[in-house]
């Protein structure tokens, strides 16, 4: 049913005394639910964000599920789950790079946030992504040159919008100013972003 919500309250859900496995399978069930919902909309008509679009689902749901200790992926479906979340973040900034070059009205989301930005959250979900997987490739013992390179241009990006949008005279095409301190739109809500970063990298700077 082309209606059918792809999500399910707790009250839906069996909380009998079952093992693991169960709950591992009706989360993996539920998560492609959401996955197909979205690999349906290819006209782009739910957009690219976290909070709405379809990169909440399709990218940092499997991220989630990928690096979670409940959860707990074998390796092969963790490496699958992070290459998926990758496909999408990259699938993401494509379609915002083509609306761009061909000029289209203002569809990107205005905003820096994680949630709400389109460009920051599909930037910062690819970092975090590369992240992880170049640390599985790594125990694996292969190389990891092309990933650390997409992962150093990704920084510096995201490193260029964080110091444009946090500059007291730039005027961002990103956060217009007169959400210049909106905390959905805007540098409080870019705060999130890069804490998410921090957490996820490990890293303060």
């Known amino acids: 049913d082309d209606d059918e919500q792809c999500y399910y309250s707790a009250s839906q859900l069996d909380y009998n005394d079952r093992g693991e496995e169960y709950y591992r399978y009706h989360i993996t069930a539920l998560g492609k639910k959401c996955w197909d919902h979205y690999d349906n909309d290819e ?3 739910l957009g690219e964000t976290l909070y709405e679009g379809r990169l909440g689902p399709c990218c ?5 599920m990928a690096t979670s200790p409940t959860y707990r992926p074998d390796h092969q479906r963790q490496f699958e789950m992070l290459i998926g979340a990758l496909s999408a973040a990259d699938d993401s900034l494509e ?12 569809q990107q989301r205005e905003g820096v946030t994680l949630f709400d930005g389109e460009v920051v959250g599909a930037l910062v979900m690819k970092i975090v992504t590369l992240h992880k997987l170049i640390g599985l490739m790594e125990r694996d013992g292969a190389g990891t040159e092309v990933p650390r390179r997409e992962l150093e241009d990704g920084v510096s990006r995201f490193r260029r919008i964080a110091t ?15 959400r210049s301190c909106d905390a959905m739109h ?3 809500g870019l ?4 804490k998410f970063l921090q957490v996820e990298l490990s890293d303060p700077n």
């Open 43 to 45: 006209g782009g008509v």
């Open 60 to 64: 940092y749901l499997k991220y989630k």
């Open 95 to 106: 379609r915002i790079q083509k609306r761009e070059q061909h000029g289209a009205e203002q």
């Open 164 to 178: 444009e949008e946090t500059s007291s005279e730039s005027e961002s095409s990103l956060c217009p100013a007169s």
């Open 186 to 188: 805007g540098k409080a």
């Open 191 to 194: 705060l999130k972003a890069i």
